[in-house]
């Protein structure tokens, strides 16, 4: 890595200069803290935080120690919001509304998974400013898949651009929802709408490979009922600069600073989005 931030530099600018090396530091945390534990974890390397789904391990506490350190050093004037210093510390996620530049990390995306040996799990960054996610960075480790958007610039997956365009006419949309073992029996009644003609609705994974999916072409919207920002930023920014969209049940979109009308939906374009926020509104 190249050095720090200048004082003058401005965030465009520093995008421009360390791109590079936040994608650097994530796969550095990837290779140190993370992989080496996959399908190795002893059994006091796992905790519960909320209940025995909401999972934690040494992976993530540590992979997130050493992104906090790294991410700052390289944008001094920057906060960081990260899932399990917030759950330590539930005042540092007021970060987000401040108006220092932050970083969001969720060291690893799909803890469950990566628990349980499934593959299906990524570590995602963003750089947000005063509410608007500026870049992201998703990488899923055990299946060598590598993200990045930088708004305004493209979504793009191993160097190669991500344009899924709208799905194909006449099929049944796939949508992937808030997984039933984290949603409230309310939850679960506003997305039951979901399960209807023409959709094709199942239980989501890591948020941040849905995300990914959809800017793939490989899925066509999910609908989340929660807005914790480690686990949307990034997949977010992601999807808007592929061609999709995101919105609340109300029409309006997302924000990473919270207070949103829950459910909400994100997809690989406008019409697609449209449809699956009415469905939301009507619940």
């Not at 709408?193 to 490979?209: E, F, N, Y």
């Amino acid at each position: 890595m190249d050095g720090m931030i200048d004082a003058t530099e401005t965030i465009d600018e520093f995008l421009a200069r360390h791109s590079a090396d936040v994608e650097a530091a994530v796969r550095k945390a990837a290779a140190a803290e993370i992989l080496p534990r996959f399908r190795r974890l002893a059994a006091d390397e796992v905790d519960q935080k909320n209940g025995p789904h909401d999972l934690v391990t040494d992976a993530d506490r540590l992979a997130e120690r050493m992104l906090t350190g790294v991410l700052g050093g390289l944008l001094p004037s920057s906060k960081v919001v990260g899932e399990e210093a917030v759950h330590a510390d539930p005042f540092s996620y007021e970060a987000l509304r401040g108006d220092a530049p932050v970083w969001i990390i969720d060291p690893v995306d799909g803890t469950r998974q990566f628990v349980h040996g499934d593959d299906g799990f990524c570590t995602l960054v963003a750089l947000a400013h005063r509410g608007t996610v500026l870049a992201s960075w998703i990488y899923a480790p055990a299946r060598e898949q590598f993200a990045t958007a930088v708004r305004g610039r493209g979504a793009w997956l191993d160097g190669r651009r991500l344009l899924p365009g709208p799905p194909a006419p006449g099929r049944d949309l796939t949508v992937a929802t808030s997984h039933p073992d984290f949603t409230t029996d309310a939850q679960k009644r506003d997305l039951s709408v979901l399960w209807t003609d023409g959709i094709d609705a199942r239980p989501c994974g890591s948020a941040g490979l849905e995300y990914l999916a959809i800017a793939r072409g490989e899925l066509d919207a999910v609908a989340f009922s929660w807005e914790a920002a480690w686990d949307h930023a990034a997949g977010l920014l992601l999807v808007e600069e592929s061609g999709g969209i995101h919105l609340t049940r109300t029409g309006d979109p997302f924000r990473i600073t919270g207070d949103n009308a829950l459910p909400f939906t994100a997809a690989r374009d406008a019409e697609t989005a449209r449809r699956i926020a009415e469905l939301l509104r009507h619940g």
